[in-house]
């Protein structure tokens, strides 16, 4: 089964390239360019993965991430920060907030689906430990 990736990223120009990126790899991409679509599209599709942007325009991915991971029908759903501001002390926030992982902006393809394909293995290692309980 091919795995569903969420992006929500509010840059026109990253968002295509993220999709293109990842559509070229087999995935089935969701958009979404703020935090609140995004958040109605996880709660709706429950997708594997979400790369999340945090700069947003109408609430930052810190939050949308938090709120995820708080819900009991989102919070199994890894989210890796995209980020073009990871200074020191980022990386602790962000992981605090729920993020599994981030990839810094901008992107370089090959460590992007490096990534992407490192987290979503994490997902089936968990559910194959489930599975033979």
Excluded: W
């Amino acid at each position: 089964m091919t795995a569903q990736i969420l992006v929500v990223e509010d840059t026109f120009i990253n968002m295509k390239l993220v999709c293109m990126l990842l559509e070229k790899a087999g995935y089935r991409v969701l958009r979404a360019d703020n935090a609140k679509d995004g958040i109605a599209l996880a709660q709706r599709h429950l997708p594997d993965l979400i790369l999340m942007d945090i700069q947003l325009p109408d609430m930052d991915g810190l939050e949308a991430t938090r709120l995820l991971k708080e819900a009991d029908a989102t919070r199994h759903i890894k989210v890796v920060a995209l980020t073009a501001f990871a200074m020191k002390g980022d990386e602790e926030k962000m992981i605090a907030a729920g993020c599994d992982g981030y990839i810094a902006k901008p992107i370089q393809y090959k460590n992007f689906l490096g990534e992407v394909e490192k987290t979503l293995s994490m997902n089936l290692q968990k559910e194959e430990r489930h599975d033979h309980t």
